[in-house]
């Protein structure tokens, strides 16, 4: 055989398995025809914050590769790390320089590889972070378009002379405070931002930007990512004239006029680039999770495709809006995403909201409430994304000085506007100092909580908020009513008692909630759900929660995970 036909023999061969490993990655997982990331949990790392591996106060990607153990005997399935690609940082990440490789404080291709390898190992898929909205401005990209008006790049962001000397083109806001137009003197010309001046936006009306991100995405599948967190998708156009948006009444934290993002968000060509993603996510048998804010499930259900073929997850952020613990409010959101025509998609933490710990504690009951809320959301029809810290009961720690913010919004809009930082503090490990996370002082400070609310000190507490996250997970993975079932809302007006069947072909778990500080005693008759007569056995319980017959004593907070028994 010559050089030539064995070369090809090797390519063909190959690609076959490439082809069969894609296949295989699509091939449904159970009878109802899921995928694996239907039934999957998902877990987003921080990977500033996550294990310090190298002992220099910043976290890192051999760090995440020494916690595949903890992250499969927890229960998780896949883990997205938000960006990590060679960064100035200023938006801790979300300002790329290089989207083909890892930044040297998080570790190296090698370092990334080592990892996906760990993680097959233990059956951790890696989702990465995909920044398709903006770049750093010291990507070369950006680099070159500000160089001069006829850079080969110029193109590739949105250049536009101002409206007069010292004004901008119109008057769009960033996000981040402040117009979203920077000047910049070398070409006479303005830029636009929709985030920070850091992060210049890229003009998706260029094709070759088009090719370069989808050019991007594959490179990374090939690499073995098993799928992409989106970033910001609803802001990749904008009005090619530029009209001025509409100014509400009042002003935003950051001290800028409200307005309606009506010209520069929600394009409807921002459809039409998901289905392109989808289609090379497709060809790896990748999965696509969106950041996408949306005030109606009509929205939200844009972004699963008309034909399903946009983003398989975009997840369900009213869910994460519902700060109070509202059964009423709460199944009015439940309703709205099963009417979708798409998969439900479940979170309650991320690094850009206060954590949950913290929005729906009372002050008395936290640790109650915490594993009220696991128990709630990871027992939903759909597929939860955890945020690393949320199985521990992490609480936010906010900077108590201007000067200790490290999140710019923070210091612009201290003291309203405290910032990020204090839902991104290291994991913490075990009681010993900086949690375990680092030997070193870690970027941000870990709250002192952490003595109390640790890995390794919850990991011998059967009653503790870890314990409590890693049962259910275990149920969650085993219980056909909890990984197919139908989802059917009960005692639909009970004010304090959240309760819901789970039945898949005869068979249903009935999961009941108190969201009150009160005691409840909520009964269930089964009859209308066809379990008429059905025992109930517990599977999972709060300490004070009794059983007698179809009737469930709940303490505040209480809850029980049941059997129903034909
Ligand atoms: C959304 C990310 O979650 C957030 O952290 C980031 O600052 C912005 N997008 C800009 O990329």
């Known amino acids: 055989m010559s050089m030539r036909s064995w070369l090809s023999s090797v390519a063909l061969l190959f690609s076959l398995l490439c ?4 296949q295989a990655q699509t091939q449904p997982v159970d009878a109802e025809g899921h995928q694996w990331w239907q039934n999957a949990v998902f877990y987003e790392i921080y990977p500033r914050s996550f294990a310090d591996s190298d002992n220099n106060g910043v976290g890192d990607l051999n760090g995440i590769s020494s916690k ?22 200023v938006d801790f990440g979300y300002d790329i320089s290089d989207y083909e490789n890892i930044d040297l404080m998080y570790g190296t291709l090698a370092d990334f590889d080592h990892m996906v390898a760990d993680g097959k190992k233990h059956d951790v898929r890696i989702i990465m972070d995909f920044v398709p909205n903006h770049t750093s401005d010291k990507h070369p990209w950006f680099l070159d378009s500000k160089s001069s ?3 080969a790049h110029r193109d590739w962001y949105i250049w536009r002379d101002g409206k007069g000397p010292g004004q901008p083109p119109n008057n769009w806001i960033s996000l981040f405070g402040g117009s979203a137009w920077k000047f910049d003197p070398t070409t006479n010309q303005y830029y636009y931002h929709f985030f920070y001046a850091q992060q210049p936006d890229l003009n998706w009306r260029n094709p070759a930007v088009e090719t370069a991100m989808l050019g991007t995405m594959s490179w990374w599948y090939q690499r073995g990512v098993a799928g992409f967190r989106l970033d910001a998708v609803d802001t990749l156009f904008e009005d090619p004239a530029l009209h001025d948006n509409p100014v509400l009444p009042g002003k935003n934290a950051q001290g800028d006029p409200n307005m309606e993002n009506k010209n520069n968000t929600n394009f409807p060509e921002v459809h039409t680039e998901l289905q392109k993603m989808r289609k090379v996510a497709d060809e790896s048998g990748a999965v696509l999770i969106g950041e996408t ?42 309703a709205a995403v099963e009417s979708a025509h798409g998969w439900p998609v479940f979170v309650i933490n991320n690094h850009d909201r206060e954590r949950s710990y913290n929005r729906y504690g009372d002050g008395k009951h936290n640790d109650e409430i915490a594993k009220l809320m696991g128990a709630f959301y990871l027992t ?20 108590k000085r201007r000067e200790d ?3 710019p919004i923070g210091r612009t809009g ?23 996370f680092s030997t070193v002082k870690p970027w941000l400070p870990v709250p002192p909580s952490y003595r109390t609310h640790n890995v390794e000190t919850e990991s011998k507490d059967p009653n503790s908020i870890l314990n409590l996250y890693k049962k259910v997970l275990t149920l969650r993975h085993s219980n056909e009513a909890l ?21 898949y072909k005869g068979k249903a778990v009935l999961v009941t909630l108190n969201m009150s500080a009160t005691p409840e005693k909520p009964a269930f008759d089964l009859a209308k759900q066809g379990f008429g007569g059905a025992k109930l056995k517990a599977l999972i319980a709060s300490p004070g929660a009794l059983l007698q017959g179809n009737r469930i004593t709940l303490e505040p907070f209480g809850l029980m995970i049941a059997e129903v028994k034909p």
């Open 293 to 334: 804010w949306t005030s109606t499930a009509a929205e939200l259900d844009c972004y699963y495709g008309r034909n399903g073929n946009e983003l398989q997850m975009p997840m369900d952020f009213m869910f994460m809006m519902v700060d109070k613990l509202s059964p009423r409010e709460y199944r009015r959101q439940i």
């Open 405 to 407: 913010v490290k999140d």
């Open 483 to 503: 990984l197919d079932g139908s989802y059917t809302a009960l005692n639909e007006n009970d004010t304090h008692v959240m309760s819901y069947l789970r039945s």
């Open 19 to 22: 082809g069969f490993f894609a």
């Open 414 to 436: 201290w003291p309203k506007e405290k910032g990020r930082d204090g839902e991104r503090t290291p994991m913490q490990w075990n009681t010993e100092p900086n949690a375990g």
């Open 149 to 151: 008006r006829t850079s």
């Open 68 to 89: 595949m153990g903890y992250l499969r005997d927890l229960g998780v399935d896949a883990i997205w790390i938000t960006p990590c690609y060679p960064s100035p940082q």
């Open 380 to 399: 939903l029809r759909g597929t939860p994304i955890m945020y690393y810290g949320e199985e521990i009961g992490m609480r936010n720690n906010d900077p």
